[in-house]
């Protein structure tokens, strides 16, 4: 009950940081993507800030705590290399960011406002994560190995 208190109060934490730094203004983000023309760096102040509090508490708690308060260790980082998965799934996330100008926490922020685009956006990730389980859950036929040569 803890964790989800929490996780809870951590989303809303995180909506408000979200509404303060303009991110569930559609316009906004589309203006920052827009490099070759009327470009607004707003939102790279926003990731800068975010990622750099992030690195400093990161490194302040880990220093100071062995584990989590509600969790009993904390996450591994791994090393892991980019696969066509992750590249595929980047590429579409920012494919629908672009086109939309909403990402999934502003667009559930913005809900709030019950703003038809991003009401319209939210059901449009809903109804895409639902067929992607539908997709990872199809049954994959075995594959068939080639016979090894006999010598």
Avoid: H
């Amino acid at each position: 009950m803890k964790a989800a208190l929490m996780a809870g109060l951590a989303g809303i934490l995180f909506s408000l940081g979200l509404g303060l730094g303009g991110m569930t203004d559609p316009a906004k983000v589309v203006g920052f993507l827009d490099v070759a023309g009327d470009w607004q760096p707003g939102l790279a102040f926003v990731m800068a800030g975010a990622m750099g509090t992030y690195a400093l508490l990161r490194r302040l708690i880990l220093r100071q705590r062995r584990a989590p308060v509600l969790a009993p260790t904390f996450p591994a980082l791994g090393n892991a290399r980019p696969d066509a998965r992750l590249v595929a799934g980047a590429a579409l996330f920012g494919a629908g960011w672009g086109l939309a100008g909403y990402c999934p926490g502003p667009a559930f922020t913005s809900v709030g406002s019950g703003a038809n685009p991003a009401l319209l956006f939210v059901a449009a990730m809903v109804g895409g994560m639902l067929l992607f389980q539908l997709w990872e859950k199809r049954p994959v036929p075995a594959r068939v190995q080639a016979p090894v040569p006999q010598r």
